[in-house]
């Protein structure tokens, strides 16, 4: 009734298409299935306190820092107010601010955006200073 490791290895190399697609297919589907999944460190939180899982991820913030994410949007009750170069330029301004703060990892927003996706025509506007670009 048991399977060597021969004869399961000889079955694949018979069946390799098989075998090839079924993993796609497989894969394919799991990655749809688990494309809206969003895990943290915190998710080990409510589990009880000599819980070897949650120990870990108390010292890893503890000893290494952790991560907290902060996310940070800014509305206006104009429309359109994003396509103001000027505006575009302070929000660039702040970011570069941010950037150079002790414990920021990374801060991003339109004007990176705008540099990255070659949209250098308009962006950063002529004549105004600190804008990056």
Known sequence: M??????????????????VISTIIACGALTYLGRHLYW????FDDLPKGQETRR???????TMGGIVPLQIVIQSTKAQ????????????RLLNEFRHTIGVGSAYGIPDFLRSSGVRESFPPAGIKGCGG
């Open 40 to 43: 943290t460190g915190r998710l």
């Open 81 to 92: 107010a994003w396509t103001d170069p000027a505006r575009i330029a302070k929000l660039d």
């Open 2 to 19: 048991g399977l060597s490791t021969r004869a399961l290895a000889l079955w694949v190399i018979i069946h390799r298409r098989s075998v």
């Open 56 to 62: 870990t991820t108390e010292r890893i913030d503890e």
